[in-house]
Structures are given as C-alpha cells and as structure tokens.
C-alpha cells in the first residue's frame, strides 16, 4: 500500500480533510440544491399529471356535451318536424273550409242571381203583358173602329156572354 500511496501521492490527512469537504459541499448541496430541485420537479410532475387527468375529464365532459347537443338536435328536428306536420295538417283543414264557403258563397251568389233573373222575368212578362193588353185593345178598338168606354165594355161582354 505503501507502493500506492508513494505512486499516487496520497496523503491520508488531505484525503480524510477532502472527504469532510466533500461531504459538507454534498450536504450544502443536498439541503440547498437537490431538495429544492426534488421538490420543485416533484410538484411539476403532479401538475403534469393533474392537468393530464383534467384535460381526460375535459375530454370526458366534451363528448358528453357533444352527445347532449346532439340529443337536442335530435329533439329540435322532431319537435320542428311535428310543427310542420301540424302546419301543414291546419293548413288542408283551413283549404277545405275555404272550399266550403267559397262553394256556399257561389250558391248564394247564384241564388240571388237567380232570384233577379225571376224577378227580371216577371217584370218583363207584366210589361209584356200590360203591351199586349195595350195591343189587343187597340186592335179591337181599330176593329170596332171606336174607342169602348166603360158602358159599351159592358153591353159587349153582356152579348158575347148570352
């Protein structure tokens, strides 16, 4: 050993005082350097981890909110849906009572339509009838070639009725 400690030089005093720096310069470092370092890497790897876990239950939470949105989506169409087949189903009950009362309202309209035209012809058959009196009159007046007054219309229909 003695061959090694002259080879190398060593020095057992300034190797035991080297070993009590080193030692104390390790200590230093441990307290001051490496337990902070520990530390802080410690509660970095936790927040990695809880913002891994957070960003799952984030994940988690959007597919659900996407299946929700999808369900109301659903529901929207089939509630639109059942609006459009109400719409469409009052707009034919609205068509059909329209045709009711356009087709009653073409009867009234053909009603009093008919009622003038009657009126029309009665009119026109009393005015008939009144020229065709004025006519026969007239005619039996040129036949008789004077004018009958209310005595002499009745001694003629006295003779024509015996």
Do not use: C, W
Not at 21 to 50: D, G, Q
Not at 129 to 138: H, M, Q, S
Not at 139 to 149: I, Q
């Amino acid at each position: 050993m003695d061959s090694l400690v002259s080879t190398f030089h060593l020095d057992l005093g300034l190797f035991l005082a080297q070993a009590v720096n080193f030692a104390i310069v390790l200590a230093v470092l441990y307290y001051f350097a490496f337990k902070p370092i520990a530390k802080v890497m410690n509660e970095r790897s936790e927040k990695i981890e809880k913002s891994l876990a957070d960003a799952k239950e984030i994940e988690a939470k959007l597919a659900d909110t996407e299946k929700e949105r999808q369900e109301v989506i659903n529901e929207a169409k089939k509630a639109a849906s059942l609006l459009l087949e109400e719409a469409n189903r009052q707009g034919e009950v609205r068509q059909q009572e329209m045709i009711v009362k356009a087709r009653e309202e073409i009867g009234q309209m053909m009603n009093s339509e008919k009622e003038k035209m009657q009126a029309e012809k009665a009119k026109t058959l009393k005015e008939l009838k009144a020229e065709t009196a004025d006519l026969v009159i007239l005619t039996v007046e040129k036949l008789l070639k004077e004018k009958l007054d209310g005595a002499k219309d009745e001694e003629l229909i006295a003779k024509l009725v015996k």
